[in-house]
């Protein structure tokens, strides 16, 4: 069983910056693989990016690649979104999620889900 806990959301204003936190439990943190997701109001969740287990690996979706960067900290249980350029498009809630499995752009691949916490980007 994994817990996630996600933490840094907040309200910035269009080309500014936020980092995402996630932390998890337990001790096999760094055999999952990880990803962010959100979904804005209206909307059903999208992808947004994916890191592997070892760090090695990482895909992103096309409306966010090159302004936003996955990383994670095995030994602090944590991954992180470093949002920069930030949109009024951006605005949403993020989860982070952990599959035991493949790396994937798909939300059901994902075991595990975090509660999300709010972006709101000002415009």
């Known amino acids: 069983q994994v817990q996630l806990v996600e933490t840094g959301g907040g309200l910035v204003q269009a080309g500014g910056s936020l980092r995402l936190s996630c932390a998890a439990s337990g001790r096999t943190f760094s055999t999952y693989q990880m990803a962010w997701f959100r979904q804005a109001p209206g909307k059903e969740r999208e992808f947004v990016a994916t890191?592997?287990?070892?760090?090695?690996?990482?895909y992103y979706s096309d409306s966010v690649k090159g302004r936003f960067t996955i990383s994670r900290d095995n030994a602090k249980n944590t991954v992180y979104l470093q949002m920069n350029s930030l949109k009024p498009e951006d605005t949403a809630v993020y989860y982070c999620?952990?599959?035991?499995?493949?790396?994937?752009?798909?939300?059901?691949?994902?075991?595990?889900w975090g509660q999300g916490t709010q972006v709101t980007v000002s415009s």
């Open positions: 999620a952990a599959a035991l499995r493949l790396i994937s752009r798909a939300s059901v691949a994902y075991d595990y």
């Open positions: 890191i592997n287990w070892t760090g090695g690996l990482t």
